[in-house]
């Protein structure tokens, strides 16, 4: 099983990213999907989930208007569509699954991908 993020890099405050996490070695369409972020010295928080189908989204309240979740089960992606990005969203971004709920994912996610560091500069 693996979970493979890309899509980070540089980008100017106001600026945009689109975020990729590509699975490999499970069946995709049987788990929800999450991101999470970590930014120098805080905790990891909980940034977007999705439900299996894609019907079901929840979004943190610091990124809500901003952030979008989305996936492609043909494709076996997950995407997070980043706009109007500031410097506190800096961070290292990760990609995690779950067979079980957007709340599962978002609490309790078993599966993880390892990161891909976004660098918003003001």
């Known amino acids: 099983v693996q979970l493979q993020a890309s899509g980070g890099g540089l980008v100017q405050a106001g600026g945009s990213l689109r975020l990729s996490c590509a699975a490999s070695g499970v069946t995709f369409s049987s788990y929800a999907m999450g991101w999470f972020r970590q930014a120098p010295g805080k905790e990891r928080e909980f940034v977007a989930a999705i439900s299996k189908s894609g019907g079901t989204r929840s979004v943190a309240a610091s990124v809500t208007g901003r952030f979008t979740i989305s996936r492609d089960n043909a494709k076996n992606t997950v995407y997070l569509q980043m706009n109007s990005l500031k410097p506190e969203d800096t961070a290292v971004y990760y990609c995690?699954?779950?067979?079980?709920?957007?709340?599962?994912?978002?609490?309790?996610?078993?599966?993880w991908g390892q990161g891909t560091l976004v660098t918003v500069s003001s």
């Open positions: 995690a699954a779950d067979q079980g709920s957007t709340s599962t994912v978002r609490y309790n996610a078993r599966l």
